[in-house]
């Protein structure tokens, strides 16, 4: 059975950082692009960040690039968000996501997480 599990969210005030961990389990995660989404109430789940199988390549959504950063570490299986200079409008749950790198581009990732709450006071 796979399992996407997020931790790391939490309550920050603006201009602050975080780092969402995203662990595996019940899936070969170097064969799996993964990736990090969002939504916020009241929207639509958005593409935040995509990282390919081998780590080298990585696409961010225009809303957070320069200031989010994605990374993965297969011995642990886990992927990463750096999460920098939050603003208010980044409240949302975070959702992991794992499947092919055109697949999440798509926002039509295979297999789903339940998502860490972000919430970023002003």
């Known amino acids: 059975q796979v399992q996407l599990v997020e931790s790391g969210g939490g309550l920050v005030q603006a201009g602050g950082s975080l780092r969402l961990s995203c662990a595996a389990s019940?899936?070969?995660?170097?064969?799996?692009?993964m990736g990090w989404f969002r939504q916020a109430p009241g929207k639509e789940r958005e593409f935040v960040a995509a990282?390919?199988?081998?780590?080298?390549?990585?696409d961010f959504s225009d809303s957070v690039k320069g200031r989010f950063t994605i990374s993965r570490d297969d011995v642990k299986n886990t992927v990463y968000l750096y999460l920098n200079n939050l603003k208010p409008e980044d409240t949302a749950v975070y959702f992991c996501s794992a499947g092919t790198y055109g697949e999440l581009l798509l926002r039509r990732g295979v297999y789903w997480g339940q998502g860490t709450q972000v919430t970023v006071s002003s």
């Open positions: 019940g899936l070969t995660f170097s064969d799996h692009a």
């Open positions: 990282i390919s199988r081998s780590g080298g390549r990585t």
